[in-house]
């Protein structure tokens, strides 16, 4: 499968020409099968770059279908729904996967966000594109788009969030953003590691430094320390870097990725590549 990069900011966009390398937009991952499909995750503002690449194929025509996984509905992975250009193409066909346990809460959350008091579109009946909104069921193995998927919900301050492992042809892609434990030390739990493991890419934000992550504990967000020990601790192949503060600029977020990779040797990760997410690139598993 290939991993695209649409999004790789934290908690609200941050465009600017301090941030122009890592890029500024909110949450949004696409996932390609080497099967085919489209596989995207979480709708931050990348989200509306993805739409906009894809009106140039199928999605222009009224023919084209994908799968949204959501981590949570926080504005950051959310946003680009109401600019997602394939929404407005009667025919289109989507599926929402997410929290909230019933396909009835989740909906009336993001339709919530179009509410007249938050958006000129007023309702998600106003798309004219297809939603098929599925709660996501823990620990449940199932399929969309050709991939097997299981989710698992971890800590994000007092609430929680969805991790996902997206698998196919042997070969596993992790997404766990927004990860932290409300408690200093807390770490990865037993459970995260197992959902982690072995994966040949996990993607895990490394939201701060850790003096800024002490000020800030009660956000709900990883340091790239704690990203790093649960790498090495999970055995992963690859770790991605990913939902960087939006504070940080880009000579920050390089600074972040040295720290990060003599955290990765200083634990025995050597061998681990680091990968800092930037927007516009891909990886390939
Ligand atoms: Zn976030």
Redesign the pocket.
């Known amino acids: 499968m290939k991993i695209r990069f649409w999004g790789v900011r934290?908690?609200i966009p941050a465009p600017g020409p301090d941030t122009i390398r890592y890029g500024g937009n909110?949450?949004c991952v696409s996932i390609h099968p080497r099967a085919g499909g489209l596989v995207i995750v979480d709708m931050g503002t990348g989200l509306m770059h993805l739409g906009n690449a894809l009106m140039a194929g199928a999605f222009g025509k009224g023919s084209g279908r994908a799968a949204l996984f959501l981590s949570h509905t926080?504005w950051?992975?959310i946003q680009g729904l109401g600019f997602f250009a394939p929404v407005f193409v009667g025919g289109n066909q989507f599926t929402v996967w997410g929290p909230g346990g019933s396909p009835e809460v989740l909906e009336e959350i993001l339709e919530g966000q179009m509410d007249p008091n938050f958006s000129p579109l007023q309702s998600l009946k106003n798309f004219s594109a297809s939603f098929d909104v599925r709660a996501v069921v823990c620990g449940e193995p199932f399929e969309a788009e050709g991939l097997r998927i299981t989710a698992c919900e971890h800590a994000h301050g007092s609430t929680t969030a969805l991790g996902f492992r997206f698998e196919e042809d042997g070969r596993a892609f992790v997404y766990a953003?927004?990860v932290g434990q409300p408690v200093e030390g807390g770490g990865p739990t037993p459970e995260a590691l197992a959902f982690y493991r072995d994966a040949d890419v996990l993607l895990h934000d490394t939201t701060y430094r850790p003096e800024d992550q002490a000020t800030r504990r009660n956000r709900g967000f990883s340091s790239y320390e704690d990203a790093a020990a649960a790498a090495v601790a999970a055995k992963v192949r690859r770790l991605v870097m990913f939902?960087y503060d939006q504070d940080y600029s880009d000579d920050d977020v390089d600074a972040l990725c040295a720290s990060c990779r003599a955290e990765l040797d200083r634990l025995g990760g050597e061998k681990i590549e680091l990968v800092p997410a930037r927007e516009g690139d891909e990886l390939e598993i």
């Open positions: 934290g908690s909110t949450a926080h950051d992975h953003s927004d939902h």
